[in-house]
Protein backbone atom coordinates (compact mmCIF):
# COMPACT_ATOMS: atom_id res chain seq x y z
CA UNK A 1 0.00 0.00 0.00
CA UNK A 2 3.16 2.63 0.34
CA UNK A 3 4.57 1.79 -2.34
CA UNK A 4 0.54 2.46 -4.58
CA UNK A 5 0.06 5.53 -2.09
CA UNK A 6 0.58 8.06 -4.88
CA UNK A 7 -2.55 5.78 -6.98
CA UNK A 8 -5.45 6.80 -4.66
CA UNK A 9 -6.12 9.91 -6.34
CA UNK A 10 -8.16 11.01 -9.07
CA UNK A 11 -5.02 12.71 -11.25
CA UNK A 12 -2.42 10.73 -12.51
CA UNK A 13 1.14 12.42 -12.22
CA UNK A 14 3.53 13.33 -15.03
CA UNK A 15 6.70 10.94 -15.41
CA UNK A 16 8.86 9.35 -17.95
CA UNK A 17 7.24 8.48 -21.38
CA UNK A 18 3.51 8.99 -19.41
CA UNK A 19 2.07 10.18 -22.56
CA UNK A 20 3.32 6.89 -24.58
CA UNK A 21 2.18 4.72 -22.52
CA UNK A 22 -1.23 5.91 -22.35
CA UNK A 23 -1.67 5.98 -25.84
CA UNK A 24 -0.26 2.16 -25.95
CA UNK A 25 -3.16 1.39 -23.58
CA UNK A 26 -6.31 3.12 -25.07
CA UNK A 27 -5.11 1.91 -29.03
CA UNK A 28 -4.76 -1.46 -27.67
CA UNK A 29 -8.24 -1.38 -26.22
CA UNK A 30 -9.65 0.09 -29.69
CA UNK A 31 -7.72 -2.92 -31.43
CA UNK A 32 -9.33 -5.37 -29.42
CA UNK A 33 -12.92 -3.57 -29.75
CA UNK A 34 -12.01 -4.17 -33.76
CA UNK A 35 -11.49 -8.18 -32.82
CA UNK A 36 -7.99 -7.97 -33.88
CA UNK A 37 -5.93 -10.40 -31.05
CA UNK A 38 -3.20 -10.49 -30.24
CA UNK A 39 -2.67 -6.82 -31.55
CA UNK A 40 0.28 -6.58 -33.82
CA UNK A 41 -0.48 -2.82 -35.14
CA UNK A 42 -2.50 0.14 -33.58
CA UNK A 43 -4.35 1.66 -36.81
CA UNK A 44 -5.94 4.34 -34.91
CA UNK A 45 -2.44 5.49 -33.55
CA UNK A 46 -1.08 8.91 -35.43
CA UNK A 47 -4.16 10.42 -36.18
CA UNK A 48 -5.07 6.99 -38.10
CA UNK A 49 -1.62 6.04 -39.84
CA UNK A 50 -1.32 3.16 -38.20
CA UNK A 51 1.61 2.62 -35.58
CA UNK A 52 3.79 -1.01 -35.50
CA UNK A 53 4.65 -0.83 -31.66
CA UNK A 54 2.38 -3.82 -30.35
CA UNK A 55 4.95 -6.00 -32.76
CA UNK A 56 8.74 -4.42 -31.30
CA UNK A 57 7.21 -3.84 -27.74
CA UNK A 58 4.88 -6.64 -26.87
CA UNK A 59 1.91 -5.46 -24.54
CA UNK A 60 0.80 -8.29 -23.34
CA UNK A 61 0.45 -7.45 -20.00
CA UNK A 62 -1.55 -4.15 -20.60
CA UNK A 63 -4.15 -5.98 -21.75
CA UNK A 64 -5.76 -6.03 -18.00
CA UNK A 65 -6.25 -2.08 -18.60
CA UNK A 66 -7.18 -2.28 -22.18
CA UNK A 67 -10.04 -4.52 -21.24
CA UNK A 68 -10.95 -2.69 -18.02
CA UNK A 69 -10.68 0.87 -20.77
CA UNK A 70 -13.23 -1.16 -22.87
CA UNK A 71 -15.60 -1.93 -20.00
CA UNK A 72 -15.46 2.50 -19.53
CA UNK A 73 -13.76 2.84 -16.82
CA UNK A 74 -11.52 5.82 -16.82
CA UNK A 75 -8.22 5.74 -18.41
CA UNK A 76 -6.09 6.97 -15.39
CA UNK A 77 -8.25 3.97 -13.22
CA UNK A 78 -7.09 1.57 -15.78
CA UNK A 79 -3.76 2.06 -15.81
CA UNK A 80 -3.73 3.52 -11.81
CA UNK A 81 -5.19 -0.77 -11.58
CA UNK A 82 -2.29 -1.63 -13.73
CA UNK A 83 0.30 -0.48 -11.58
CA UNK A 84 -0.99 -1.66 -8.55
CA UNK A 85 -1.20 -5.26 -9.79
CA UNK A 86 2.17 -5.33 -11.41
CA UNK A 87 3.64 -3.65 -7.52
CA UNK A 88 1.71 -6.50 -6.21
CA UNK A 89 2.99 -8.99 -8.22
CA UNK A 90 6.71 -7.44 -7.74
CA UNK A 91 6.12 -7.64 -3.71
CA UNK A 92 4.87 -11.35 -4.23
CA UNK A 93 7.69 -12.82 -6.49
CA UNK A 94 10.55 -11.09 -4.39
CA UNK A 95 9.06 -12.22 -1.18
CA UNK A 96 8.99 -15.92 -2.92
CA UNK A 97 12.31 -15.42 -4.43
CA UNK A 98 14.39 -14.26 -1.36
CA UNK A 99 12.78 -16.17 0.81
CA UNK A 100 13.74 -19.24 -1.13
CA UNK A 101 17.38 -18.04 -1.46
CA UNK A 102 17.84 -17.79 1.96
CA UNK A 103 15.66 -20.19 3.33
CA UNK A 104 14.31 -17.61 5.48
CA UNK A 105 10.59 -16.01 5.68
CA UNK A 106 12.19 -12.72 7.50
CA UNK A 107 14.98 -12.30 4.93
CA UNK A 108 12.48 -12.39 2.46
CA UNK A 109 10.39 -10.06 3.78
CA UNK A 110 12.79 -7.44 4.30
CA UNK A 111 14.14 -8.13 0.81
CA UNK A 112 10.65 -7.95 -1.13
CA UNK A 113 10.70 -4.74 1.20
CA UNK A 114 13.71 -3.04 -0.05
CA UNK A 115 13.16 -3.99 -3.61
CA UNK A 116 9.33 -3.33 -3.73
CA UNK A 117 10.11 0.19 -2.20
CA UNK A 118 13.15 1.32 -3.87
CA UNK A 119 13.68 4.66 -5.40
CA UNK A 120 14.37 3.43 -9.24
CA UNK A 121 11.39 0.71 -9.21
CA UNK A 122 8.80 3.90 -7.77
CA UNK A 123 9.77 6.31 -10.66
CA UNK A 124 11.02 4.39 -13.72
CA UNK A 125 7.46 3.40 -15.47
CA UNK A 126 9.17 1.47 -18.82
CA UNK A 127 10.98 -1.18 -16.90
CA UNK A 128 8.09 -1.03 -13.85
CA UNK A 129 6.98 -4.03 -15.27
CA UNK A 130 9.75 -5.99 -16.03
CA UNK A 131 11.36 -5.54 -12.49
CA UNK A 132 8.65 -7.89 -10.99
CA UNK A 133 10.66 -10.47 -12.79
CA UNK A 134 14.02 -9.88 -11.79
CA UNK A 135 13.97 -12.23 -9.00
CA UNK A 136 12.30 -15.00 -10.61
CA UNK A 137 15.68 -15.00 -13.15
CA UNK A 138 18.03 -14.62 -9.52
CA UNK A 139 15.95 -17.56 -8.37
CA UNK A 140 16.59 -19.80 -11.24
CA UNK A 141 20.07 -19.07 -11.08
CA UNK A 142 20.30 -19.88 -7.78
CA UNK A 143 18.35 -23.08 -8.12
CA UNK A 144 20.88 -24.06 -11.17
CA UNK A 145 24.03 -23.28 -9.92
CA UNK A 146 23.51 -24.65 -6.17
CA UNK A 147 22.32 -28.31 -7.09
CA UNK A 148 24.33 -30.59 -9.12
CA UNK A 149 21.29 -31.79 -10.91
CA UNK A 150 18.82 -29.51 -11.31
CA UNK A 151 15.64 -30.12 -11.37
CA UNK A 152 12.33 -29.17 -13.09
CA UNK A 153 11.66 -26.89 -9.71
CA UNK A 154 15.08 -25.16 -10.01
CA UNK A 155 15.17 -23.80 -13.52
CA UNK A 156 11.92 -22.93 -14.29
CA UNK A 157 11.56 -19.44 -12.45
CA UNK A 158 14.60 -18.81 -14.64
CA UNK A 159 12.44 -19.75 -17.92
CA UNK A 160 9.72 -17.90 -16.64
CA UNK A 161 11.43 -14.57 -15.56
CA UNK A 162 13.00 -14.29 -18.34
CA UNK A 163 10.11 -14.91 -20.98
CA UNK A 164 8.13 -12.40 -19.00
CA UNK A 165 10.76 -9.97 -19.16
CA UNK A 166 10.81 -10.44 -23.01
CA UNK A 167 7.16 -9.52 -23.04
CA UNK A 168 7.02 -6.38 -20.92
CA UNK A 169 10.83 -4.54 -21.71
CA UNK A 170 12.52 -6.54 -24.58
CA UNK A 171 15.18 -4.15 -23.24
CA UNK A 172 15.63 -5.66 -19.59
CA UNK A 173 15.72 -8.99 -21.10
CA UNK A 174 19.11 -8.05 -22.98
CA UNK A 175 20.79 -6.48 -20.03
CA UNK A 176 20.05 -9.55 -17.97
CA UNK A 177 21.23 -12.00 -20.61
CA UNK A 178 24.65 -10.34 -21.04
CA UNK A 179 25.15 -10.20 -16.86
CA UNK A 180 23.69 -13.95 -17.31
CA UNK A 181 26.22 -14.56 -20.13
CA UNK A 182 29.30 -13.01 -17.76
CA UNK A 183 28.43 -14.96 -14.69
CA UNK A 184 28.39 -18.75 -17.26
CA UNK A 185 32.04 -17.33 -18.62
CA UNK A 186 32.81 -16.43 -15.05
CA UNK A 187 31.90 -19.97 -14.07
CA UNK A 188 32.39 -21.77 -17.31
CA UNK A 189 33.58 -25.24 -15.32
CA UNK A 190 30.87 -25.32 -13.29
CA UNK A 191 28.75 -23.92 -16.67
CA UNK A 192 29.67 -27.24 -18.83
CA UNK A 193 28.42 -29.59 -16.26
CA UNK A 194 26.76 -31.86 -17.98
CA UNK A 195 23.50 -31.61 -15.76
CA UNK A 196 23.95 -28.07 -15.44
CA UNK A 197 24.32 -27.05 -18.97
CA UNK A 198 21.14 -29.40 -19.46
CA UNK A 199 19.10 -27.07 -17.30
CA UNK A 200 20.49 -24.05 -18.87
CA UNK A 201 19.09 -25.74 -22.64
CA UNK A 202 15.40 -26.67 -21.12
CA UNK A 203 15.37 -23.10 -19.46
CA UNK A 204 16.16 -21.66 -22.94
CA UNK A 205 14.01 -23.57 -24.50
CA UNK A 206 10.92 -23.00 -22.61
CA UNK A 207 11.17 -19.58 -22.25
CA UNK A 208 11.53 -19.33 -25.77
CA UNK A 209 8.61 -21.31 -26.30
CA UNK A 210 6.43 -19.32 -24.21
CA UNK A 211 7.21 -16.33 -26.03
CA UNK A 212 7.23 -17.62 -29.69
CA UNK A 213 3.84 -15.54 -30.39
CA UNK A 214 5.54 -12.65 -29.80
CA UNK A 215 9.17 -13.36 -30.67
CA UNK A 216 9.14 -15.11 -34.11
CA UNK A 217 6.84 -12.05 -35.38
CA UNK A 218 8.97 -9.33 -34.27
CA UNK A 219 12.29 -11.01 -36.02
CA UNK A 220 10.42 -11.41 -38.99
CA UNK A 221 9.06 -7.72 -39.05
CA UNK A 222 12.42 -6.33 -37.92
CA UNK A 223 13.74 -7.89 -41.07
CA UNK A 224 11.18 -7.10 -43.35
CA UNK A 225 10.42 -3.58 -42.02
CA UNK A 226 13.02 -0.74 -42.26
CA UNK A 227 12.78 1.05 -38.78
CA UNK A 228 14.14 3.77 -37.49
CA UNK A 229 15.53 2.08 -34.72
CA UNK A 230 17.78 -0.78 -37.19
CA UNK A 231 19.09 2.17 -38.97
CA UNK A 232 22.79 2.54 -36.79
CA UNK A 233 22.97 6.17 -38.08
CA UNK A 234 20.71 7.11 -36.09
CA UNK A 235 21.52 5.19 -32.63
CA UNK A 236 22.72 7.75 -30.38
CA UNK A 237 25.61 7.89 -28.12
CA UNK A 238 24.91 6.78 -24.65
CA UNK A 239 27.71 8.49 -22.50
CA UNK A 240 26.10 12.03 -22.41
CA UNK A 241 23.10 10.24 -20.80
CA UNK A 242 25.38 8.13 -18.11
CA UNK A 243 25.06 9.14 -14.67
CA UNK A 244 27.38 11.65 -12.22
CA UNK A 245 28.27 10.62 -9.15
CA UNK A 246 26.44 13.14 -7.41
CA UNK A 247 23.34 11.53 -8.81
CA UNK A 248 24.56 7.75 -7.99
CA UNK A 249 25.03 8.24 -4.61
CA UNK A 250 22.43 10.50 -3.50
CA UNK A 251 20.16 9.68 -1.00
CA UNK A 252 16.68 11.05 -2.16
CA UNK A 253 15.95 11.10 -5.74
CA UNK A 254 13.64 13.41 -7.48
CA UNK A 255 9.96 11.99 -7.83
CA UNK A 256 9.59 12.53 -11.73
CA UNK A 257 11.04 14.11 -14.42
CA UNK A 258 13.03 12.69 -17.94
CA UNK A 259 16.78 11.75 -18.82
CA UNK A 260 18.06 14.83 -20.21
CA UNK A 261 22.02 15.56 -20.29
CA UNK A 262 22.90 17.31 -16.73
CA UNK A 263 20.85 16.53 -13.75
CA UNK A 264 18.41 19.25 -13.20
CA UNK A 265 15.37 17.48 -14.80
CA UNK A 266 16.06 14.10 -14.35
CA UNK A 267 14.30 11.34 -12.47
CA UNK A 268 15.10 9.26 -9.43
CA UNK A 269 18.36 7.90 -10.76
CA UNK A 270 19.76 6.46 -7.57
CA UNK A 271 19.55 2.90 -5.83
CA UNK A 272 18.25 5.58 -3.01
CA UNK A 273 19.49 5.70 1.02
CA UNK A 274 18.47 1.82 1.83
CA UNK A 275 20.24 0.29 -1.03
CA UNK A 276 23.40 2.70 -0.10
CA UNK A 277 23.63 1.63 3.11
CA UNK A 278 22.90 -2.32 1.66
CA UNK A 279 26.32 -1.71 -0.48
CA UNK A 280 27.95 -0.54 2.74
CA UNK A 281 26.56 -3.18 4.64
CA UNK A 282 27.89 -5.34 2.05
CA UNK A 283 31.74 -4.47 1.77
CA UNK A 284 31.48 -4.01 5.67
CA UNK A 285 30.54 -8.50 5.73
CA UNK A 286 32.86 -9.09 3.03
CA UNK A 287 35.90 -7.42 4.79
CA UNK A 288 35.20 -9.20 8.10
CA UNK A 289 34.63 -12.73 5.86
CA UNK A 290 37.90 -12.14 4.53
CA UNK A 291 39.41 -11.49 7.85
CA UNK A 292 38.03 -14.74 9.50
CA UNK A 293 38.27 -16.75 6.69
CA UNK A 294 34.41 -17.51 6.58
CA UNK A 295 34.01 -20.56 3.81
CA UNK A 296 29.88 -20.65 4.42
CA UNK A 297 27.87 -20.39 1.41
CA UNK A 298 26.23 -17.07 2.65
CA UNK A 299 29.96 -15.78 1.97
CA UNK A 300 30.28 -16.99 -1.49
CA UNK A 301 26.96 -16.08 -2.31
CA UNK A 302 27.77 -12.54 -1.02
CA UNK A 303 30.91 -12.15 -3.10
CA UNK A 304 28.96 -12.58 -6.80
CA UNK A 305 26.04 -10.15 -5.58
CA UNK A 306 27.98 -7.10 -4.27
CA UNK A 307 30.95 -7.65 -7.52
CA UNK A 308 28.27 -7.62 -9.84
CA UNK A 309 26.29 -5.13 -7.94
CA UNK A 310 29.53 -2.76 -8.54
CA UNK A 311 29.41 -3.97 -11.83
CA UNK A 312 26.31 -2.50 -12.68
CA UNK A 313 26.37 0.67 -10.70
CA UNK A 314 30.00 1.08 -12.65
CA UNK A 315 28.49 0.54 -16.25
CA UNK A 316 25.43 3.28 -15.40
CA UNK A 317 28.25 6.18 -14.85
CA UNK A 318 28.95 8.99 -17.19
CA UNK A 319 32.32 8.31 -16.85
CA UNK A 320 32.11 4.78 -18.29
CA UNK A 321 33.71 5.05 -21.72
CA UNK A 322 30.48 4.05 -23.78
CA UNK A 323 31.34 6.14 -27.23
CA UNK A 324 34.69 4.64 -27.06
CA UNK A 325 33.27 1.01 -26.52
CA UNK A 326 31.06 2.08 -29.62
CA UNK A 327 34.13 3.43 -32.14
CA UNK A 328 36.17 1.09 -31.42
CA UNK A 329 34.25 -2.38 -31.60
CA UNK A 330 32.48 -0.97 -35.05
CA UNK A 331 28.96 -0.52 -36.03
CA UNK A 332 27.48 -3.89 -35.39
CA UNK A 333 28.83 -3.67 -31.54
CA UNK A 334 27.72 -0.18 -31.57
CA UNK A 335 24.32 -0.76 -32.64
CA UNK A 336 23.67 -3.34 -29.92
CA UNK A 337 25.41 -1.23 -27.34
CA UNK A 338 23.12 1.56 -28.69
CA UNK A 339 19.70 -0.27 -28.28
CA UNK A 340 20.70 0.42 -24.39
CA UNK A 341 19.51 4.09 -25.09
CA UNK A 342 20.66 5.01 -21.21
CA UNK A 343 23.32 3.88 -19.80
CA UNK A 344 20.64 4.18 -16.38
CA UNK A 345 19.05 1.30 -16.98
CA UNK A 346 21.60 -1.01 -15.40
CA UNK A 347 19.97 0.56 -12.47
CA UNK A 348 17.11 -1.52 -12.22
CA UNK A 349 19.53 -4.75 -12.00
CA UNK A 350 21.75 -2.69 -9.86
CA UNK A 351 18.72 -2.52 -7.27
CA UNK A 352 17.78 -6.61 -7.63
CA UNK A 353 21.69 -7.55 -6.69
CA UNK A 354 21.73 -5.19 -4.18
CA UNK A 355 18.77 -6.37 -2.26
CA UNK A 356 20.71 -10.29 -2.70
CA UNK A 357 24.26 -8.47 -1.10
CA UNK A 358 21.92 -7.01 1.75
CA UNK A 359 20.43 -10.00 2.35
CA UNK A 360 22.94 -12.22 2.15
CA UNK A 361 25.15 -9.87 4.63
CA UNK A 362 22.76 -10.34 7.26
CA UNK A 363 23.40 -13.76 7.11
CA UNK A 364 27.09 -13.36 8.12
CA UNK A 365 26.22 -11.38 10.46
CA UNK A 366 25.58 -12.26 14.68
CA UNK A 367 22.18 -12.60 15.31
CA UNK A 368 21.59 -8.89 17.32
CA UNK A 369 23.82 -7.24 14.61
CA UNK A 370 22.12 -8.52 11.60
CA UNK A 371 18.61 -7.37 13.34
CA UNK A 372 20.03 -4.17 13.81
CA UNK A 373 20.94 -3.78 10.40
CA UNK A 374 17.69 -5.27 8.98
CA UNK A 375 15.82 -2.39 11.40
CA UNK A 376 18.45 0.02 10.03
CA UNK A 377 17.83 -0.87 6.20
CA UNK A 378 14.02 -0.63 7.52
CA UNK A 379 13.65 2.60 7.99
CA UNK A 380 16.12 3.84 5.71
CA UNK A 381 13.56 2.19 3.47
CA UNK A 382 10.18 4.35 4.59
CA UNK A 383 11.99 7.22 4.88
CA UNK A 384 13.24 7.39 0.93
CA UNK A 385 9.67 6.04 -0.01
CA UNK A 386 7.82 8.49 2.18
CA UNK A 387 9.95 11.60 0.47
CA UNK A 388 9.67 10.23 -2.86
CA UNK A 389 5.82 9.78 -2.79
CA UNK A 390 5.32 13.20 -1.20
CA UNK A 391 7.41 14.68 -4.07
CA UNK A 392 5.16 12.78 -6.33
CA UNK A 393 2.19 14.16 -4.76
CA UNK A 394 2.94 18.02 -4.32
CA UNK A 395 5.84 19.02 -7.42
CA UNK A 396 4.74 17.17 -10.15
CA UNK A 397 2.21 18.05 -12.62
CA UNK A 398 -1.51 16.43 -12.68
CA UNK A 399 -4.01 15.10 -15.65
CA UNK A 400 -7.22 13.55 -15.26
CA UNK A 401 -6.38 11.15 -18.20
CA UNK A 402 -10.18 10.32 -18.65
CA UNK A 403 -9.46 9.22 -21.95
CA UNK A 404 -7.29 9.69 -24.73
CA UNK A 405 -7.56 11.41 -28.10
CA UNK A 406 -5.80 9.32 -30.49
CA UNK A 407 -5.33 12.07 -33.66
CA UNK A 408 -2.34 12.67 -31.23
CA UNK A 409 1.13 12.83 -33.88
CA UNK A 410 4.36 13.01 -31.95
CA UNK A 411 4.10 13.19 -28.74
CA UNK A 412 2.19 9.99 -28.84
CA UNK A 413 4.85 7.93 -29.70
CA UNK A 414 7.86 8.91 -27.64
CA UNK A 415 11.25 8.73 -29.74
CA UNK A 416 9.18 7.02 -32.80
CA UNK A 417 11.35 4.63 -33.13
CA UNK A 418 9.30 2.33 -34.41
CA UNK A 419 7.98 4.25 -37.21
CA UNK A 420 9.40 3.32 -40.63
CA UNK A 421 12.44 4.71 -41.86
CA UNK A 422 10.68 7.85 -44.52
CA UNK A 423 8.16 8.28 -42.44
CA UNK A 424 7.36 11.42 -40.63
CA UNK A 425 4.80 11.47 -37.96
CA UNK A 426 5.03 15.35 -37.79
CA UNK A 427 3.20 14.99 -41.33
CA UNK A 428 0.34 12.63 -39.48
CA UNK A 429 -1.44 15.86 -38.37
CA UNK A 430 -3.45 15.63 -41.79
CA UNK A 431 -5.06 12.71 -42.30
CA UNK A 432 -6.34 12.58 -45.97
CA UNK A 433 -6.02 10.93 -49.00
CA UNK A 434 -4.07 12.41 -51.91
CA UNK A 435 -5.11 11.76 -55.48
CA UNK A 436 -1.98 11.86 -57.99
CA UNK A 437 -4.79 13.13 -61.01
CA UNK A 438 -7.30 15.81 -61.44
CA UNK A 439 -9.24 13.49 -62.95
CA UNK A 440 -9.58 11.51 -59.88
CA UNK A 441 -11.83 12.44 -57.84
CA UNK A 442 -12.25 11.80 -54.25
CA UNK A 443 -15.72 11.01 -52.96
CA UNK A 444 -15.28 10.23 -49.25
CA UNK A 445 -12.84 8.47 -46.88
CA UNK A 446 -13.19 7.29 -43.36
CA UNK A 447 -12.19 4.82 -41.16
CA UNK A 448 -14.22 2.44 -39.12
CA UNK A 449 -13.44 -0.03 -36.49
CA UNK A 450 -9.91 -0.26 -38.35
CA UNK A 451 -10.30 -0.55 -41.74
CA UNK A 452 -10.31 2.12 -44.25
CA UNK A 453 -13.12 3.49 -46.53
CA UNK A 454 -12.10 5.54 -49.90
CA UNK A 455 -14.97 6.10 -52.17
CA UNK A 456 -13.35 7.28 -55.87
CA UNK A 457 -14.04 8.36 -59.17
CA UNK A 458 -11.77 8.42 -61.76
CA UNK A 459 -12.89 10.13 -65.52
CA UNK A 460 -9.73 9.75 -66.80
CA UNK A 461 -6.77 6.98 -66.74
CA UNK A 462 -5.27 4.93 -64.25
CA UNK A 463 -4.35 7.41 -61.78
CA UNK A 464 -2.47 6.74 -58.11
CA UNK A 465 -4.13 7.62 -54.66
CA UNK A 466 -2.13 7.83 -51.55
CA UNK A 467 -3.82 7.22 -48.28
CA UNK A 468 -2.85 8.57 -44.99
CA UNK A 469 -1.50 4.70 -43.44
CA UNK A 470 1.60 4.16 -43.14
CA UNK A 471 2.64 0.96 -45.38
CA UNK A 472 3.91 -1.34 -42.09
CA UNK A 473 3.08 -4.35 -44.49
CA UNK A 474 0.05 -7.08 -44.51
CA UNK A 475 -2.48 -4.44 -45.65
CA UNK A 476 -4.59 -5.61 -47.87
CA UNK A 477 -7.34 -3.73 -50.21
CA UNK A 478 -10.35 -4.47 -51.95
CA UNK A 479 -13.67 -3.24 -52.76
CA UNK A 480 -16.76 -4.04 -52.61
CA UNK A 481 -17.07 -7.13 -55.19
CA UNK A 482 -13.81 -8.71 -53.47
CA UNK A 483 -11.72 -7.57 -56.35
CA UNK A 484 -8.31 -7.01 -55.06
CA UNK A 485 -6.20 -3.59 -55.22
CA UNK A 486 -2.23 -3.83 -55.22
CA UNK A 487 -0.82 -1.85 -52.60
CA UNK A 488 2.43 0.38 -52.73
CA UNK A 489 4.67 2.65 -50.64
CA UNK A 490 5.05 6.55 -51.42
CA UNK A 491 5.56 9.47 -49.97
CA UNK A 492 6.12 9.98 -46.33
CA UNK A 493 5.63 5.65 -46.22
CA UNK A 494 1.89 6.44 -47.03
CA UNK A 495 0.19 3.69 -49.03
CA UNK A 496 -0.95 3.86 -52.43
CA UNK A 497 -3.32 2.43 -54.23
CA UNK A 498 -3.58 2.13 -58.31
CA UNK A 499 -7.06 3.49 -59.28
CA UNK A 500 -8.22 1.41 -63.08
CA UNK A 501 -9.32 3.98 -65.80
CA UNK A 502 -13.18 4.93 -65.66
CA UNK A 503 -13.36 3.08 -62.12
CA UNK A 504 -15.92 4.32 -59.95
CA UNK A 505 -16.33 2.59 -56.13
CA UNK A 506 -15.68 1.91 -52.92
CA UNK A 507 -12.28 0.37 -51.35
CA UNK A 508 -11.64 -1.14 -48.20
CA UNK A 509 -8.24 -1.14 -46.78
CA UNK A 510 -7.28 -3.24 -43.42
CA UNK A 511 -4.75 -4.79 -42.04
CA UNK A 512 -4.16 -8.75 -41.30
CA UNK A 513 -1.53 -10.44 -39.44
CA UNK A 514 0.10 -13.48 -41.65
CA UNK A 515 -2.07 -16.63 -40.56
CA UNK A 516 0.75 -18.63 -40.32
CA UNK A 517 1.99 -16.54 -36.86
CA UNK A 518 -1.19 -18.47 -35.88
CA UNK A 519 1.43 -21.59 -35.68
CA UNK A 520 3.43 -19.62 -33.32
CA UNK A 521 0.81 -18.92 -31.03
Not at 22 to 50: C, D, H, K, W
Not at 112 to 137: D, I
Request: proline residues 5%.
Amino acid sequence: LLACLPLFSNYLYFGHDLEFHMQRIAAMAAELSYGQFPVRLTTTTLNGYGYASPLCYCELFLLLPALLYNLWLPLRTCYQVYLFAVTLATCLIAYFSFAKITASRRLGLLGALLYTLSAYRLTCVGEFTAMAFFPLVLLGLYGIYTSDRPRFGDWLPMALGMAAMVQSHLLSCELTALLLILFCLLRLRETLHPARLLAWVKAALLAVGLSAWYLFPFFISTRSIPFLVNRSDLVGKLQKHGLYAVQLFSFFGTAGGSSAEGTTHDMALTPGLPLLLALALAFYCLWRAQARGDTRPAAKHLYTATGFAVLTLVLSLHAFPWDFVEGWFGPAVGKVVGMFQFPFRFLSLGTLLLCAAALFALQLLPERRAALAAAGLVCAALLTASITETNIMSAQGESSYATYNQNATINSVGTAEYLIDGASSYEAIWAQPKPASGDLHLISYEKREGVAYVSVENDGGEAAISLPIYNYGNYYAADESGAPFAITSGENMRIVLTIPAGYTGTIHVRYHAPGYWRAFE
